[in-house]
């Protein structure tokens, strides 16, 4: 059993900062990616940003520069530092894990239930 379980969400004015964090627990034995996904009312659910075991990273376009993401791999954990919020942030944010399962041959994709990012204008 593999669990992905966020933190951080809440409310904030625009202009604030929010640090989100996922914990990944169960019977694992190596993880390759980590990553933050959102979904917005209405809308598909986007790729935020992402880490690979080797600290490379991705952006979206509408993140980069305010956005930072991070991972303690000795924590099985992947952080997302978000400042200068904006309205346009509001969504339910989750966390995704490709990772290997005792047990498993192969890497298979996990989700968190996600946390809610609320920012007011």
């Known amino acids: 059993q593999v669990q992905l379980v966020e933190s951080g969400g809440g409310l904030v004015q625009a202009g604030g900062s929010l640090r989100l964090s996922c914990v990944a627990s169960?019977?694992?034995?190596?993880?390759?990616?980590m990553g933050w996904y959102r979904q917005a009312p209405g809308k598909q659910r986007e790729l935020v940003a992402g880490i690979i075991s080797g600290s490379s990273t991705d952006y979206a376009d509408s993140v980069k520069g305010r956005f930072a993401i991070s991972r303690d791999n000795a924590k099985n954990t992947v952080y997302l530092q978000m400042n200068s919020l904006k309205p346009e942030d509001t969504a339910v944010y989750y966390c995704?894990?490709?990772?290997?399962?005792?047990?498993?041959?192969?890497?298979?994709?996990?989700w968190g239930k996600g946390t809610l990012v609320t920012v007011s204008s």
């Open positions: 169960g019977s694992i034995v190596s993880i390759n990616a």
């Open positions: 995704n894990a490709h990772l290997l399962r005792s047990g498993d041959t192969s890497t298979r994709a996990y």
